[in-house]
């Protein structure tokens, strides 16, 4: 079911004015930065869908501002999905063709990938370093408390916290 909200009608003028203020400006301003105008079109649109989702628009003096910053989040984000996407093909091609999985379980996997980073990046630096270090060079909880100069027992607490956050974010 898809998620619904109501905006006021003040809310929704203010929305459309800086919309229609903004918009072609925006768009102009993404594509000198990213260099492809389909890539600027998208992430202007999700620009104000943001906005509208919030329901907080900026006041009119601010609005380049605030979109600007939304804006630099977003480009962000593509290029975070990007480089995720691509370093997943690339793993890909280093399978046996019989390993090899459909679009859609690609897709899916991909969508996975980016959930998983997305709830590294929300962790506290010193939580994600400790999952990091167990899950990728697969230090033990005592080699990690050495290296971070911090408790076993700290550890212990980084990793359930990496754990409970994972598995909140994966819904396993």
Same mark, same amino acid.
């Given at each position: 079911?898809?998620? @619904?909200?109501? $905006?006021?009608?003040? %809310?929704? +003028?203010? =929305?459309?004015?800086?919309? &229609?203020?903004?918009? *072609?400006? /925006? ?58 996407? @691509?370093?997943? $093909?690339?793993?890909? %091609?280093? +399978?046996? =063709?019989?390993?090899?999985? &459909?679009?859609?379980? *690609?897709? /899916? ?64």
């Amino acid at each position: 079911m898809a998620d @619904t909200f109501m $905006l006021s009608s003040d %809310t929704t +003028l203010r =929305v459309h004015a800086l919309y &229609s203020n903004h918009h *072609r400006w /925006l768009q102009s301003w993404l594509h000198r930065r990213l260099g492809n105008t389909f890539d600027a079109a998208d992430l202007a649109q999700d620009t104000f869908l943001r906005i509208l989702v919030s329901g907080r628009t900026p006041e009119a003096e601010q609005s380049r501002a605030h979109l600007t910053q939304i804006a630099k989040g977003l480009v962000v984000d593509l290029y975070r999905r990007r480089l995720l996407e @691509t370093a997943y $093909l690339e793993a890909l %091609t280093h +399978l046996p =063709v019989a390993l090899s999985s &459909s679009e859609e379980e *690609r897709a /899916l996997v991909l969508e996975d990938l980016l959930q998983v980073d997305a709830a590294l990046r929300a962790l506290p630096p010193k939580v994600r370093e400790a999952f990091l270090l167990s899950q990728l060079d697969g230090l033990t909880y005592t080699e990690i408390a050495q290296r971070m100069g911090v408790s076993f027992g700290a550890v212990r607490k980084y990793m359930l916290r990496a754990a409970q956050s994972l598995h909140s974010i994966l819904g396993t």
